[in-house]
């Protein structure tokens, strides 16, 4: 986070956090809800200026509950995720991923497929989906662990089963379920709202 973001929440340390102002959609864009209605799943108004989101990019950031957040100063602003945390891409440069935010993916843990056929990985910065413009150059990436193309097991793999891939520098086990059940086997909440405990 940025040092004067991180200033203002020592110096106000009891601002409360606020809920439903914005969210993050399968492409990683933040859109903001100025009727602070992104629990009704509002689409909400996209933000452009590249200094905003880059602010916020680099303040963002999730709670031991699994609640992403844009630090925005000292008051937390709890984002509603569409698709998960992390939005990930293919690197302009290389055979890698990076998140929405810009950050570089240097592990992958775990593998996601979605019964509508989104894909997701769990990584060293927390849980990302494929973006759908980059899903099949990353279908094409993945191989079974022998180097063979692994696209055609996947498709064939039945809810609850696994798979191990390779792929980005990472061996992991890919598991089949069902997209309502993502938020919970990836450890994040998609709808945050108030305190958990």
Do not use: K
Not at 144 to 171: C, V
């Amino acid at each position: 986070m940025d040092p004067q973001v991180l200033d203002a929440v020592a110096r106000w340390p009891n601002v409360p956090a606020v809920y439903g102002w914005l969210s993050l959609d399968g492409r990683g864009r933040f859109r903001l809800h100025p009727q602070g209605d992104a629990g009704a799943h509002t689409a909400g108004e996209s933000i452009s200026n590249t200094q905003i989101l880059g602010f916020m990019a680099r303040n963002y950031a999730h709670d031991d509950a699994g609640r992403w957040y844009f630090q925005n100063g000292p008051q937390r602003v709890y984002v509603r995720v569409d698709g998960a945390p992390l939005i990930l891409r293919g690197a302009d440069e290389g055979h890698a991923l990076v998140a929405h935010t810009g950050a570089a993916i240097a592990r992958i843990d775990a593998w996601w497929l979605d019964d509508a056929g989104a894909l997701y990985a769990t990584t060293d910065i927390g849980p990302g989906m494929i973006e759908d413009r980059d899903l099949p150059a990353v279908f094409d990436a993945l191989t079974l662990p022998d180097g063979s193309p692994a696209l055609e097991r996947i498709a064939a793999l039945p809810p609850g089963q696994q798979l191990d891939i390779a792929a980005f520098g990472s061996t992991a086990t890919l598991t089949a379920v069902a997209r309502r059940d993502i938020p919970q086997a990836m450890g994040f909440v998609a709808m945050p709202a108030g305190d958990p405990a």
